[in-house]
């Protein structure tokens, strides 16, 4: 996270520059029209012989009150400027790293707490910077060259003067821990009610199938009051904080009157020397009033900054590896030797001492109980999780070896989810990839069967579906989500589940297409149903993580075995791929 941080700071550093540079110079100006206004005053004592000199002064009054004007407004652009830049790179990183990062890392970290990442933990680092450019540098400022000009009026007022701030200083140092305390209950609090709202809008249409609206809603407003206390602790000791500084801005102004009144009339100081000091308090209320909120803001960056952290060290993949140079790329011989494999935390193995071997062209059928392993598998043929050497190689490479990125541009896996993005067909069909034409796309469409569903749309493959797909029906998102392998011309295909939701028509026409697809492919169907696999070249039957059957479709109904069960049970004959 340092290095990040440091490497987007280095990208606005002229702003910075600017910016420090400006505000010192708008605090010198400020400083210096109190002490012009002090120099009027002691001048009016003899207005017919001064009025020239008092000219003089105005106009530099004026003069001066421009240029600070316009130094403020440099300043102020250059902040808003180098502050948003600043937190759309934060977010730009934060985001490239959520992409990268393992899935094993990724996978327990709920939505809501991913949204608080970007909304609350990056807003809190930009609020930081914006505090520190805008308010800290002027407190810096105000403090050297204010309490310098203050000092050059009479050291003891400024002394006593000054005396406040100290107390203040110790109340706020002891304010600050409460302030740090309470922000993080009431991030934790944030966090576990984004989870919820981002929980309950995905299950929307379950809860109300099941008229769940009112329960819903007194969970929300409980974990909402929770929050709502917890925000007023964070309120009211940032509260304490300002109020402190109010009383400690009131004895400052009641000293200097009382003593300023005295060193006047004991000709120590003059009039516009008593003035221009009034002035310089009046520069010192707002950097005051905006200590403890700088404090503030720091403590929760802080927290911000350390969650940041923790999510910046989660290890990302190495997508780039061994570069193989294989001619034509991977070609889909797929070799697993003794593979067992457990998720991380769980002692029981989902993958069991699996052995597979496949030559590139031939088809591998995969069928099991529910929780067998199956697309787990997959998982692993696609190096989503990590695996020990040794165990799957394509090509005759180790997986370990093998560039990631070419391994899974030389994959087309269908899934058994169909999740689709809420953007048009287009990007849903390449996923965001810009090397394929609307022709190819519209090509893949018709491969799939879903061509005349988008032609009746408005804009065709530019329409813009809802999150998930949540305009389309459940065959229409499988049909989008078959393009994908129409359109990539892979030589490893895999097929996971993905015919559930197609229509007995539909589904004869897309599997005649799909049997065109995967000729001369290596192909891996994973299906329950025995029509889609029972032409596969070979069949394997996983339970409980082990292969307990494995045969061609004739072979596994000669054993007897938990596939000739799953024959008998499906009354209905399907069309196969390969039939």
């Not at 004592?45 to 001064?50: C, F, T």
């Not at 689709?420 to 022709?439: A, G, P, Y």
């Amino acid at each position: 996270m340092k290095k990040i941080l440091l490497s987007v700071l280095k990208k606005i550093k002229i702003q910075i520059i600017i910016i420090f540079i400006c505000v010192g110079l708008n605090i010198f100006l400020l400083t210096s029209l109190s002490k012009i206004i002090g120099i009027i005053t002691d001048l009016l004592y003899n207005i017919q012989e001064n009025k020239i000199i008092i000219y003089k002064y105005v106009f530099l009054l004026i003069v001066v009150s421009i240029f600070a004007m316009l130094l403020r407004v440099i300043w102020k652009y250059f902040l808003a400027v180098s502050t948003r830049i600043m937190e759309k790179k934060l977010k730009d990183k934060l985001f490239e790293h959520f992409i990268k990062i393992k899935l094993t890392n990724i996978q327990n970290i709920k939505n809501g707490e991913i949204m608080s990442y970007f909304v609350k933990d990056v807003g809190e680092i930009r609020r930081l910077m914006f505090k520190t450019l805008s308010q800290g540098t002027r407190i810096i400022y105000t403090l050297i060259i204010v309490m310098y000009s203050m000092k050059v009026i009479n050291l003891k007022l400024t002394i006593a003067t000054m005396c406040p701030i100290i107390i203040t200083g110790v109340v706020t140092i002891i304010l600050k821990k409460y302030v740090e305390i309470s922000f993080k209950k009431s991030q934790h609090y944030f966090t576990k009610l984004s989870e919820y709202v981002q929980e309950s809008t995905d299950a929307i249409r379950t809860t109300k199938a099941y008229s769940g609206e009112t329960s819903q809603l007194k969970k929300f407003i409980k974990r909402n009051e929770i929050l709502k206390k917890s925000n007023i602790k964070v309120d009211l000791y940032s509260t304490l904080l300002s109020t402190s500084v109010n009383i400690c801005f009131g004895f400052c102004y009641g000293i200097a009157i009382i003593y300023g009144s005295r060193l006047v009339l004991e000709n120590n100081i003059t009039i516009g020397d008593f003035v221009a000091f009034i002035g310089y308090i009046n520069l010192f209320y707002n950097p005051i009033y905006w200590i403890p909120s700088v404090i503030s803001a720091l403590k929760k960056a802080q927290i911000s900054y350390h969650r940041l952290d923790n999510v910046f060290s989660l290890e990302e993949e190495n997508l780039r590896l061994i570069d193989l140079n294989n001619e034509g790329g991977i070609h889909g011989d797929i070799s697993i030797k003794n593979l067992s494999f457990n998720y991380p935390g769980n002692i029981d193995r989902v993958i069991d001492n699996i052995s597979i071997n496949i030559k590139e062209g031939q088809t591998l059928g995969i069928i099991g109980t529910i929780g067998s392993g199956k697309t787990t598998l997959m998982n692993l043929l696609l190096k989503l999780y990590p695996i020990p050497n040794g165990k799957i190689f394509i090509d005759g490479n180790d997986l370990n070896n093998i560039d990631l990125t070419e391994l899974r541009n030389s994959i087309s896996y269908i899934t058994q989810d169909n999740f689709l993005f809420s953007t048009t067909i287009r990007e849903n069909i390449s996923l965001f990839k810009d090397d394929f034409s609307d022709e190819e796309i519209i090509e893949s469409t018709k491969e799939s069967m879903i061509s005349n569903d988008i032609s009746n749309m408005k804009n065709g493959i530019y329409t813009i579906i809802g999150e998930r797909g949540i305009d389309l029906s459940g065959g229409q998102k499988q049909r989008v989500v078959i393009s994908r392998a129409f359109l990539n011309k892979s030589n490893i295909v895999i097929f996971d589940d993905t015919f559930s939701a197609l229509d007995n028509k539909t589904e004869k026409s897309l599997l005649e297409n799909i049997k065109k697809l995967v000729k001369d492919k290596t192909c891996i169907i994973i299906s329950n149903r025995i029509s889609d696999v029972k032409d596969a070249d070979n069949i394997i039957v996983l339970d409980n993580g082990k292969i307990i059957e494995q045969g061609t479709h004739t072979e596994l109904l000669k054993n007897n075995g938990l596939y000739n069960n799953f024959y008998n049970q499906q009354s209905s004959q399907e069309n196969s791929i390969f039939a």
